[in-house]
C-alpha cells in the first residue's frame, strides 16, 4: 500500500473481511472440487487483484510488505 490517506483505501480490512468471507466454506468448497471461478470474481471486485500493479497500471500499488 501506499502511505494511509484520506482517500487511500484499506486494503488490509478488505482482504482481512474477504479471507474471513471465504473461510466459512472453503472445506465444502473444496471437497466439490469446482474451479474457484466465483472466489476469484469476488476477489475482483474491490480490486485485490491487482493490488501489487503500479497504480499508473491501474492497481493499487502496494509494495511487498503490505502484502
Do not use: C, F, H, N
Amino acid at each position: 500500500m501506499t502511505d494511509a490517506g484520506a482517500g487511500q483505501v484499506d486494503w488490509l480490512r478488505i482482504a482481512r473481511e474477504m479471507a474471513d468471507d471465504l473461510a466459512t466454506d472453503a472445506v465444502e468448497r473444496e471437497q466439490a472440487g469446482k474451479a474457484p471461478l466465483d472466489e476469484v470474481a469476488r476477489l475482483r471486485e474491490p480490486g485485490l487483484l491487482t493490488l501489487p500493479a503500479p497504480a499508473e497500471l491501474g492497481g493499487g500499488a502496494a509494495d511487498r510488505r503490505s502484502l
